[in-house]
Nanobody
Framework: QVQLVESGGGLVQPGGSLRLSCAASGFTFSRYAMSWYRQAPGKERELVAAMSSAGGSTNYADSVKGRFTISRDNAKNTAYLQMNSLKPEDTAVYYC???????????WGQGTQVTVSS
């Protein structure tokens, strides 16, 4: 059974940090590119950061460059999103996604809420 389980969300003050985790099971994690998306109320889901299966390539939304870092540990079947210098506009539900490139196979997690507020 395929599962992606996000954790680490919560309430944080502006300027603070959070680290999100995405624990994967039920598929060969090391073959999949991993990405983080977010969706704020009333807005479309948007790509935040992505990383290739081996971790050699990353991509970030302009709005988070220099503040967020995506990483993965293939030995632990886990992807991470380190979020620093958080802003109120980062408030959203954050989702992780696994993609098997070229095969159009992908899986989504259930999401974790991040709220940035004083």
């Amino acid at each position: 059974q395929v599962q992606l389980v996000e954790s680490g969300g919560g309430l944080v003050q502006p300027g603070g940090s959070l680290r999100l985790s995405c624990a994967a099971s039920g598929f060969t994690f090391s073959r999949y590119a991993m990405s983080w998306y977010r969706q704020a109320p009333g807005k479309e889901r948007e790509l935040v950061a992505a990383m290739s299966s081996a971790g050699g390539s990353t991509n970030y939304a302009d709005s988070v460059k220099g503040r967020f870092t995506i990483s993965r540990d293939n030995a632990k079947n886990t992807a991470y999103l380190q979020m620093n210098s958080l802003k109120p506009e980062d408030t959203a539900v954050y989702y992780c996604k696994a993609d098997l490139v070229f095969f159009a196979i992908n899986y989504w997690g259930q999401g974790t809420q991040v709220t940035v507020s004083s």
